[in-house]
């Protein structure tokens, strides 16, 4: 089986939803994601595993998109099996 090329080293940003509750918040005054983290893909993967697993469905990361196997938007389900996949490369 042939996997397309990741680069885990490209340009990432971990986001997190303002939140209450463990929940997104909606009754902000800024009701999109922010910044916690600046590094790399694999540096936001592994920042974003960190987390609590309750509270992981509030990040996201942002990055270039690679292929078919890569989003702009990564959201954390995607980035647990995006994980999973770079211990294997």
Same mark, same amino acid.
């Given at each position: 089986? !042939?996997?397309? !090329?990741?680069?885990?080293? %490209?340009? %990432?940003?971990l986001k997190k939803w303002p939140s209450k509750n463990n929940e997104r918040a909606k009754d902000v005054a800024w009701p999109i994601p922010y910044s916690v983290f600046d590094g790399?893909?694999?540096a936001c993967l592994t920042k974003l595993l960190t987390q609590p697993l309750g509270q992981r469905h509030l990040y996201q990361i942002h990055t270039a998109p690679q292929g078919e196997l890569i989003p702009a938007v990564i959201s954390a389900e995607l980035a647990v099996e995006l994980a999973r996949l770079r211990d294997f490369l």
């Amino acid at each position: 089986m !042939e996997y397309p !090329e990741t680069d885990f080293y %490209a340009p %990432a940003v971990l986001k997190k939803w303002p939140s209450k509750n463990n929940e997104r918040a909606k009754d902000v005054a800024w009701p999109i994601p922010y910044s916690v983290f600046d590094g790399t893909l694999d540096a936001c993967l592994t920042k974003l595993l960190t987390q609590p697993l309750g509270q992981r469905h509030l990040y996201q990361i942002h990055t270039a998109p690679q292929g078919e196997l890569i989003p702009a938007v990564i959201s954390a389900e995607l980035a647990v099996e995006l994980a999973r996949l770079r211990d294997f490369l």
